[in-house]
């Protein structure tokens, strides 16, 4: 069995606690894992407040901070195996997955690398003619950032990389399901040479860690991924020290396909946006709004494709759909499935937990036309696509909106101009076209409603770790009068 440490003040550490880890392909125990509670998270905070104001970091200049960034890059990528397979070990994320992003996520830290000493103060053209002022932007303070158990690296990296580059000190608490590889990567935040007490890594269970994480007196911004539900709960804590949120959510993206579009090429967008990741992904693209021209048509690819899908152990490079990440969500999914055949949604294939070993479930299409079924409504995080028609490009758009949340979208039209009506008159953060899917360190990424707000990646993301100070220099000799002198 593996053991890992958790990383405070820049030491490796085990914690008088400890949990212990599952495998999602087997469902055996295959890790032991630290436990941080309060007195943990107390000794982190004050680690990164101490790096912030009285530690080397606080000399560390902007260029500097952009040469240990480019350092860490390169230790991720020379690590991507190492890290990937234990991700896919703690969470059933397939390895042709994992060994993909995890590369991707070095690029992340490069593009942050390169942004470190571009993030500018400004000169203020001030209404006084005796007065020079200027905003100068300063890292924001101590960050809590909370990241679930999919993609922990990627989605730790659009949080750690922009915080760096502005100058913050941080406590990281990885998910309790699957902490492994965030765990794994202090190790490379130590080898870069990032002082002690910058980034702390830490993993531990919500009451014990997270809620004493996200209401701790010295933390000063909370940047947090997961559910709308946990998200509630950070909100409510962060009363206690008024601190500022970034919050991305989950989604229930509509995925529209008009009956001009690319079948083929629509249909394999729609297969990897729902069924990658096992479905377990925010942006995942589960409500399919289809033109009823083409919907028998359509249905009948991506059943062809769901059916034919490989599914099988995470490590192996054929495998296409590995298990679910934990026995909960296993549960959770089925149990949505059965709630929403009940409903009257007609089952198109799969639609049960697999036989054996590990939390597997079939890749399921639910065609929902008609019905009112909790499937259209409630995220599954899991292998199952929806369905639904449109006769009307404006019934296209009005069952697209028709969601609590608004993360993603797409749309698959060769008529230019509706795609450019569409753009305008979806509520979602991310409109991709004739595609699905994409993401880039350059392009911000962040959702409306349910979905958070604050956005991840760009420049954006890197000023919002920052606060601006204002700067008043009054450039005249002449003494300054009595106020209290009538002229």
Same mark, same amino acid.
């Given at each position: 069995?593996?053991?890992?440490?958790?990383?405070?003040?820049?030491?490796?550490?085990?914690?008088?606690?400890?949990?212990?880890?599952?495998?999602?392909?087997?469902?055996?125990?295959?890790?032991?894992?630290?436990?941080?509670?309060?007195?943990?998270?107390?000794?982190?905070?004050?680690?990164?407040?101490?790096?912030?104001?009285?530690?080397?970091?606080?000399?560390?200049?902007?260029?500097?901070?952009?040469?240990?960034?480019?350092?860490?890059?390169?230790?991720?990528?020379?690590?991507?195996?190492?890290?990937?397979?234990?991700?896919?070990?703690?969470?059933?994320?397939?390895?042709?997955?994992?060994?993909?992003?995890?590369?991707?996520?070095?690029?992340?830290?490069?593009?942050?690398?390169?942004?470190?000493?571009?993030?500018?103060?400004?000169?203020?053209?001030?209404?006084?003619?005796?007065?020079?002022?200027?905003?100068?932007?300063?890292?924001?303070?101590?960050?809590?950032?909370?990241?679930?158990?999919?993609?922990?690296? /990627? #989605? &730790?990296?659009? $949080?750690?990389?922009?915080?760096?580059?502005?100058?913050?000190?941080?406590?990281?608490? !990885?998910? @309790?399901?699957?902490?492994?590889?965030?765990?794994?990567?202090?190790?490379?935040?130590?080898?870069?040479?990032?002082?002690?007490?910058?980034?702390?890594?830490?993993?531990?269970?919500?009451?014990?860690?997270?809620?004493?994480?996200?209401?701790?007196?010295?933390?000063?911004?909370?940047?947090?991924?997961?559910?709308?539900?946990?998200?509630?709960?950070?909100?409510?804590?962060?009363?206690?020290?008024?601190?500022?949120?970034?919050?991305?959510?989950?989604?229930?993206?509509?995925?529209?396909?008009?009956?001009?579009?690319?079948?083929?090429?629509?249909?394999?967008?729609?297969?990897?946006?729902?069924?990658?990741?096992?479905?377990?992904?925010?942006?995942?693209?589960?409500?399919?709004?289809?033109?009823?021209?083409?919907?028998?048509? /359509? #249905? &009948?690819?991506? $059943?062809?494709?769901?059916?034919?899908?490989?599914?099988?152990?995470?490590?192996?490079? !054929?495998? @296409?759909?590995?298990?679910?990440?934990?026995?909960?969500?296993?549960?959770?999914?089925?149990?949505?499935?059965?709630?929403?055949?009940?409903?009257?949604?007609?089952?198109?294939?799969?639609?049960?937990?697999?036989?054996?070993?590990?939390?597997?479930?079939?890749?399921?299409?639910?065609?929902?036309?008609?019905?009112?079924?909790?499937?259209?409504?409630?995220?599954?995080?899991?292998?199952?696509?929806?369905?639904?028609?449109?006769?009307?490009?404006?019934?296209?758009?009005?069952?697209?909106?028709?969601?609590?949340?608004?993360?993603?979208?797409?749309?698959?039209?060769?008529?230019?101009?509706?795609?450019?009506?569409?753009?305008?008159?979806?509520?979602?953060?991310?409109?991709?076209?004739?595609?699905?899917?994409?993401?880039?360190?350059?392009?911000?990424?962040?959702?409306?409603?349910?979905?958070?707000?604050?956005?991840?990646?760009?420049?954006?993301? !890197?000023?919002?770790?920052?606060?601006?100070?204002?700067?008043?220099?009054?450039?005249?000799?002449?003494?300054?009068?009595?106020?209290?002198?009538?002229?």
């Amino acid at each position: 069995m593996q053991r890992f440490q958790y990383y405070i003040d820049g030491e490796f550490l085990d914690g008088e606690a400890r949990f212990q880890s599952i495998d999602p392909a087997t469902g055996d125990v295959w890790a032991d894992m630290p436990e941080a509670r309060e007195s943990d998270v107390d000794r982190a905070v004050n680690a990164a407040e101490k790096a912030l104001y009285d530690g080397p970091w606080a000399k560390t200049t902007a260029t500097q901070r952009g040469k240990l960034l480019y350092k860490l890059a390169d230790l991720v990528a020379a690590n991507a195996q190492k890290l990937a397979e234990l991700e896919t070990r703690d969470t059933g994320k397939i390895i042709r997955e994992t060994s993909a992003q995890i590369a991707y996520v070095a690029d992340y830290y490069r593009y942050y690398a390169g942004l470190a000493d571009k993030i500018e103060g400004s000169y203020l053209p001030i209404d006084k003619p005796d007065m020079d002022v200027w905003l100068r932007r300063e890292p924001i303070g101590v960050v809590a950032m909370m990241v679930p158990w999919n993609s922990q690296l /990627f #989605l &730790s990296a659009v $949080k750690i990389g922009p915080a760096l580059a502005a100058g913050c000190t941080m406590v990281v608490k !990885a998910s @309790e399901d699957g902490p492994a590889p965030l765990l794994e990567f202090a190790r490379l935040v130590h080898e870069a040479g990032f002082p002690a007490g910058v980034v702390n890594i830490i993993t531990g269970f919500g009451p014990s860690c997270g809620a004493a994480l996200g209401r701790h007196p010295k933390v000063v911004h909370i940047a947090f991924t997961g559910g709308p539900e946990t998200a509630r709960h950070v909100v409510r804590n962060s009363a206690e020290n008024l601190a500022s949120t970034s919050l991305e959510l989950g989604g229930k993206s509509p995925f529209i396909v008009f009956a001009d579009a690319d079948l083929e090429s629509a249909a394999n967008a729609q297969v990897a946006g729902i069924f990658a990741a096992t479905g377990q992904s925010c942006v995942a693209g589960s409500r399919l709004i289809v033109e009823r021209s083409v919907k028998d048509a /359509f #249905l &009948s690819i991506i $059943k062809r494709k769901a059916e034919a899908i490989r599914i099988g152990s995470p490590l192996e490079m !054929a495998t @296409e759909v590995g298990p679910l990440a934990t026995k909960r969500q296993q549960d959770h999914v089925a149990a949505l499935v059965d709630k929403s055949v009940q409903s009257g949604a007609r089952l198109v294939t799969g639609g049960q937990k697999l036989d054996g070993d590990g939390y597997y479930f079939q890749p399921t299409i639910l065609d929902c036309d008609g019905v009112t079924s909790p499937s259209l409504a409630e995220e599954f995080f899991g292998p199952v696509l929806s369905v639904v028609s449109f006769e009307t490009e404006a019934e296209a758009l009005k069952l697209a909106n028709d969601t609590r949340y608004g993360l993603a979208s797409g749309v698959f039209t060769q008529n230019l101009t509706r795609a450019h009506r569409l753009m305008k008159g979806i509520r979602a953060g991310v409109v991709w076209v004739n595609t699905y899917r994409a993401v880039s360190p350059i392009a911000p990424f962040g959702g409306f409603r349910l979905s958070g707000q604050g956005r991840e990646g760009g420049l954006a993301a !890197a000023l919002d770790y920052t606060r601006t100070k204002t700067i008043w220099l009054r450039t005249s000799d002449d003494p300054i009068p009595d106020p209290f002198v009538m002229r």
